[in-house]
């Protein structure tokens, strides 16, 4: 079984005058990110804004990808 989804609070950003922000040192070592690595940048209305490193990104839409034609095969 995997381990429930919980939220974890990593501190605050400011947004600089060119609108950059700087991820905070823990989060960018857990998650591995380092200088030059791409994130992927959705929003939802003006509530919530959401990183998502590309690399996992791409690797969900294969997964996606491959369950979509799974699913297809079983309708025919």
């Not at 998650?31 to 690797?59: H, Q, T, Y």
Request: no cysteine; proline share 5%; hydrophobic share 40%.
């Amino acid at each position: 079984m995997s381990k429930p989804l919980h939220p974890k609070l990593y501190g605050t950003v400011t947004v600089g005058e060119r609108g950059q922000i700087v991820i905070p040192m823990k989060l960018r070592k857990q998650f591995r990110l380092n200088a030059n690595d791409k994130l992927v940048v959705f929003a939802r209305d003006r509530g919530m804004i959401s990183l998502v490193p590309a690399e996992e990104f791409s690797r969900f839409l294969a997964d996606i990808s491959v369950v979509r034609r799974e699913l297809e095969a079983g309708r025919k």
